[in-house]
Structures are given as structure tokens and as C-alpha cells.
């Protein structure tokens, strides 16, 4: 079995800041909240309306995972940068994504709405547990009266490729 290879810094760091400042893409998903990621680890945006497992990006063939339910049609695919070339995967997406420039001191923690909890699942299991927010849940935060999903993209990352191999 091949060992992982951990990533050398927390999730956490990935909010890098500026003055104070977090740069954060909110991305649209469904039956859960938005998700806010990074804005430095989106390496690239492209339009795509067909729901697919692997995305061929710059030759190297990407684990896609979906914020959406398999009866709607993305529009969208992001490429998110990984710990390794080969930790880099794609989200597909419906909606337009936004941008959002926010002073730490307003990200405040908070619960997850009570309507996205399953308790019964604490991980990953497969494409088919993707809707279930516990899985790949890092933490939930509120910005300006709105609630977001910081996912756990590294537990992501380490999921799909394992799945790969």
C-alpha cells in the first residue's frame, strides 16, 4: 500500500492574509452551504456542462469531485491546486463563483445549520457520500450574517487519489 504523504502545513494556513485581510472564492453548492476556499489555490476556471469523473487539464488526468446531485447539469469545473501535482483536483459546479475579500476579525466560527448534519458519517466513502457534509466538513464559518463550508480539501485530495490507485 502506498504511504500518503501528509501535507506540510494545515488547512488553516491556507487562508493566507494581506493587511488583515483574507482572499476567499466562494463557490456555489448544493443541499449544503456555499463553499469558501483560498482564491490562491484555484488554478484555473473553465466552462463545462457535462458531468464527468476525470477532467484532462495541462496533461495530467484530474479526480473530479461534485458539489452538485447527479440530476443537475454543472456549468462549471474549477482546478484546485494540491500539495503535489498528483494531489491537485477539479470541482464541478453550478453558478457563478464570487470573490470576497473579508477582515479576519468578521470570519466568525459557527455551527453547521442543523438541515446539512448527518451524523451517521464521519468520511469520505465514495463519489456516491459526496453530499454528505460531514465527510469533508474542516469548518464552519459566518461572514456577514452568510454561513460557508470550509472544506477539508486535503482529506479530499488524499481521497481521490486513492481512489485512482
Known amino acids: 500500500m502506498k504511504q500518503i504523504l501528509k501535507h ?4 488553516v494556513s491556507l487562508l493566507t492574509t494581506n493587511n488583515g485581510m483574507l482572499d476567499v472564492t466562494i463557490v456555489p453548492a448544493s443541499n449544503q452551504p ?3 476556499i483560498p482564491s490562491s489555490l484555484i488554478l ?7 458531468r464527468i469523473s476525470t477532467y484532462q487539464w495541462q496533461e495530467q488526468n484530474l479526480a ?6 447527479q440530476d443537475r447539469t454543472p456549468e462549471k469545473i474549477i482546478i484546485l ?23 479576519i476579525s468578521d470570519v466568525k466560527d ?34 456577514d450574517d ?5 472544506p ?10 486513492n481512489l485512482d490507485n
Open 64 to 69: 473530479v469531485f461534485h458539489l452538485l446531485p
Open 34 to 36: 456555499d463553499w469558501i
Open 44 to 50: 484555473s476556471v473553465e466552462d463545462y456542462q457535462e
Open 152 to 161: 477539508d480539501l486535503d482529506k479530499i485530495a488524499h481521497h481521490l487519489v
Open 81 to 103: 491546486e494540491g500539495n503535489t501535482t498528483e494531489h491537485r483536483f477539479a470541482l464541478q459546479t453550478a453558478g457563478e463563483l464570487r470573490q470576497l475579500q473579508a477582515r
Open 146 to 150: 452568510n454561513v460557508y463550508l470550509v
Open 8 to 11: 506540510s502545513f494545515e488547512a
Open 110 to 143: 459557527t455551527e453547521l445549520p442543523e438541515q446539512f448534519v448527518d451524523t451517521g458519517v464521519d468520511k469520505i466513502e465514495g463519489q456516491s457520500d459526496e453530499n454528505v457534509v460531514l465527510s469533508y466538513l474542516y469548518q464552519t464559518v459566518m461572514i
